[in-house]
């Protein structure tokens, strides 16, 4: 079976941490952000209101840190971007892989040091960095390991 080849397996571990740990940012999200964001929208377009409704009525009574609510889901799904990058090019070691593995990471990094230059809107800062920095360096030492 195609599952048994150990190609396979590995990007099928890949695929499965990248999708958990995306829902692991979205459900921060979800749990404890505004809810004026899209994803509250597209949530209410599924019909999934009284879903939303319920999970944040029960996530209002856990307190989370600020960096949690506010900096890890965005490393967190930049993590989960890498590794569903790297596991759809597994087999084909192309160089168009690195402009697809490293284009997003580089636009957070710069982003945030634009944001601290004044040259694009927004607010620097640090623990956003911090937490791109952590979703990469997390990625480069699962790789390799």
Known sequence: MWYTNKKNLDILFKFFVSVIVLLVGGLIYLGWRGGNLVMFQMIEKCGM?????????????YSIYDWVKYSLPDGLWLFSYMFLIDAIWTNYKHP?????????????????????AGVVPGTFDVIDLLCYLLAICSFVILKFI
């Open 96 to 116: 168009m892989y690195n402009a697809f593995l490293w284009s997003l990471p580089i636009i957070a990094i710069l982003s945030e040091l634009f944001q601290f």
């Open 49 to 61: 209101s009284d879903d939303l409704i319920l999970f944040r009525n029960i996530s209002i009574n």
